[in-house]
């Protein structure tokens, strides 16, 4: 899977709107691009995907650069629940070997204040 | 509970020890996966199991690392004679067959091992 960066770290207060940028200079057309966090203690979560158009669900809105080489995780109004570890991941959709598996980064630290 | 069910939670054992940890998958899942990961890392892949079949290892998996998923169903991860240096957070996850890279993974809590 192609690699991706992330901010080791950010910070927001609750109930503002969070930005998680993610780099992918290096993706590829059938790469789709998906966020998942790990909350402390827990496995991680699926919070979305998306290929190449903005995605939105319950959780977050996904923003996909028009070149894809970068997207943006947006949640609207953080919680104190949204502290987590973000991973942005690529997962390459046309098959081969790579079996779905994921590749994680370090991902990015989210402090949401009070 | 139809999420991912892993046991145990933790393990403390002695160096030089066997252990081996549960999985059980959500039930309609047919891929499994083994994940494992060290303190303010990433889950790193260990091992893909599609039914019943391993389909892929990770070199990070060693000989004293063995996995199986009989009948395709649960799943067991058998560390013999345990190191330090496995100390970590063993994760598994599940997903449903769905064609390309959309599928997402559900993850269990873990199993946190601790090797004295």
């Known amino acids: 899977d192609a690699k991706t960066t992330q901010p080791n770290s950010m910070e927001s207060n609750e109930e503002e709107p969070v930005h998680l940028p993610c780099n992918h200079s290096?993706?590829?057309?059938?790469?789709?691009i998906h966020w998942y966090r790990q909350l402390p203690s827990q496995g991680p979560e699926y919070v979305i995907h998306?290929?190449?158009s903005n995605v939105n669900n319950r959780m977050a809105s996904l923003a996909i650069a028009e070149d894809r080489k970068s997207s943006t995780l947006i949640l609207h109004r953080a919680t104190l629940r949204d502290a987590a570890v973000y991973y942005c991941i690529l997962r390459d959709s046309a098959g081969g070997t790579s079996y779905g598996k994921l590749t994680f980064g370090q991902g990015t630290i989210l402090t949401v204040h009070p | 509970d139809t999420g991912v069910s892993q046991d145990p939670r933790h393990k403390i054992t002695k160096r030089g020890q066997n252990v081996t940890f549960r999985c059980d998958p959500i039930s309609e899942h047919n891929r499994l996966y083994w994940y494992r990961q060290t303190l303010g890392q990433g889950p790193e892949f260990l091992t893909y199991?599609?039914?019943?079949?391993?389909?892929?290892k990770s070199r990070l998996l060693s000989d004293r690392f063995s996995a199986e998923r009989p009948k395709g169903s649960f799943s067991t991860l058998e560390i013999q004679r345990t190191e330090q240096g496995d100390s970590a957070m063993y994760l598994c996850?599940?997903?449903?067959?769905?064609?390309?890279?959309?599928?997402?993974?559900?993850f269990g809590p873990g199993t946190r091992l601790t090797v004295l």
């Open positions: 199991f599609q039914n019943e079949a391993q389909l892929e």
């Open positions: 996850a599940s997903s449903p067959r769905l064609a390309g890279g959309r599928n997402e993974q559900f």
């Open positions: 998306g290929l190449t």
């Open positions: 290096t993706i590829s057309g059938t790469d789709y």
